[in-house]
């Protein structure tokens, strides 16, 4: 293999492939065999990552840039029957011609064992993977932001959560609690506080008007009654957050905003002892597009964001690259 092709494959591979593919040599090819740099490839590309949120699920192979996305899934907002339904209508035309090896999969609320496994059996099921492994989308987002060291990583998007990462695993979290317990920060609660504003007639009756208007409303409780006629009312909640964005200009709005994140700091973030001393990351389409106003609630109290990621799945296909 010439030098520039060499140097295109060799890129780092977790110890499940360097296992599999040493039982592979050892078994069909006989011990003292070196294996083409070509086949490591072709294996490292049958494995499949997912991070799914209520919202959407970005899918991509390791190895390669091939990437698709599907519908979110939270069994909490859903129920895990319809999770799965979804999932059968929405993935396995994607898998038509090539079918994984293995399977990371992160979601929204997947961190019940019952929903863990329930997903992991239904894989295996339909598609034919050897190997999966269903986790909670907070620890996809500490290892996408810390990869292999330590920091308090939060997500900021259709809902919002936390957790204090050890390097390897997820050791404390705070926040969360889904659209109608918490979630500050998030996607959902935004809307939320929007339509809260709307229903008590805390904004401009001129500019509460233009709201309806551009969502094609004629009263509050006609939006308030479209909200939760949705079967994710969480989702429809945080679709509201481009038009807040594109209002943000707004005194109104920005009130909104800055108070969500301040909401988020004081209930999430400050109940963490070590926050001044930790690399703290971010990810999540709210972080991302607010991210002034993020900055700004953080700067409040003397806090600094290392990074804020829009999707994690690009730095959980590293993750799986260099440590499995």
Request: glycine fraction near 8%; include cysteine.
């Amino acid at each position: 293999m010439e030098s520039g092709q060499e140097k295109r494959w060799n890129f780092p591979f977790t110890y499940f492939f360097r296992l599999k593919l040493r039982n592979f040599r050892d078994n069909v090819l006989g011990r003292k065999q070196i294996l083409p740099l070509g086949i490591l490839y072709l294996y490292a590309a049958m494995i499949l990552v997912a991070d799914s949120g209520s919202t959407k699920t970005d899918w991509r192979w390791v190895g390669k840039a091939d990437r698709f996305q599907t519908s979110g899934y939270n069994p909490y907002v859903q129920g895990m029957e319809a999770v799965l339904n979804a999932l059968k209508q929405d993935l396995l035309p994607h898998l038509s011609e090539e079918r994984p090896k293995a399977i990371y999969f992160y979601g929204s609320g997947f961190s019940v064992s019952e929903y863990n496994e329930a997903l992991t059996r239904w894989l295996i099921q339909h598609t034919g993977a050897t190997m999966v492994r269903a986790e909670h989308d907070l620890l996809g987002a500490a290892r996408a932001i810390c990869q292999n060291q330590a920091g308090i990583a939060a997500i900021l998007g259709t809902g919002s959560n936390s957790c204090f990462f050890d390097g390897e695993n997820i050791v404390q979290s705070k926040g969360g609690h889904g659209y109608l317990f918490g979630d500050e920060g998030s996607g959902a609660y935004l809307g939320k506080c929007l339509v809260q504003k709307i229903l008590n007639e805390e904004l401009s009756s001129a500019f509460m008007q233009q709201i309806l208007e551009r969502l094609s409303c004629s009263t509050s409780i006609e939006l308030r009654n479209r909200i939760h006629g949705k079967p994710k009312p969480n989702v429809a909640l945080a679709a509201l957050a481009p038009l807040i964005l594109e209002l943000s200009g707004e005194a109104e709005i920005q009130e909104i905003i800055l108070g969500s994140f301040r909401a988020f700091v004081k209930t999430t973030l400050l109940k963490y002892p070590q926050i001044e001393h930790s690399l703290l990351g971010f990810t999540g389409s709210v972080a991302q597009y607010f991210e002034k106003w993020l900055h700004q609630a953080l700067s409040e109290v003397g806090l600094r964001a290392s990074v804020i990621l829009h999707k994690p799945i690009d730095q959980l296909v590293i993750f799986h690259e260099r440590f499995g």
